[in-house]
Nanobody, 125 residues
Framework: QVQLVESGGGSVQAGGSLRLSCDVS????????FGWFRQAPGKEREGIAG????????YYADPVKGRFTFSEDNAKRTVYLQMDALKPEDTAMYYC??????????????????WGQGTQVTVSS
């Protein structure tokens, strides 16, 4: 099994920044990519950023391009999401995920088998 634990969420004013972390433990195989997803109340879970392990390509959803940055520290087995210029519409529960991309794409929940429990991000105006 692979365990994922997110941290770093919180409350921030619009324009502020947060850095989410996702600590990975367990198996070191069975996945080739990580993703960050978010889900606001009443909305579907959406993929916002992701990347292939070992410094592969990274991808971003349009609403976060230019503001969020995905990164990975292999030595620490930690995945990060730096979030800058936050907006109230970024308010959501944020999840880290690990999986193998068989063609659904790195922003699709269908790619990911392992999920963390989430960390809440609240942005006030």
């Amino acid at each position: 099994q692979v365990q994922l634990v997110e941290s770093g969420g919180g409350s921030v004013q619009a324009g502020g920044s947060l850095r989410l972390s996702c600590d990975v433990s367990g198996y070191t195989y069975g996945y080739n990519c990580f993703g960050w997803f978010r889900q606001a109340p009443g909305k579907e879970r959406e993929g916002i950023a992701g990347g292939y392990i070992n410094g592969g390509s990274t991808y971003y959803a349009d609403p976060v391009k230019g503001r969020f940055t995905f990164s990975e520290d292999n030595a620490k087995r930690t995945v990060y999401l730096q979030m800058d210029a936050l907006k109230p519409e970024d308010t959501a529960m944020y999840y880290c995920a690990a999986g193998e991309d068989y063609g659904f794409g790195i922003l699709s929940p269908r790619t990911f088998k392992y999920w963390g429990q989430g960390t809440q991000v609240t942005v006030s105006s």
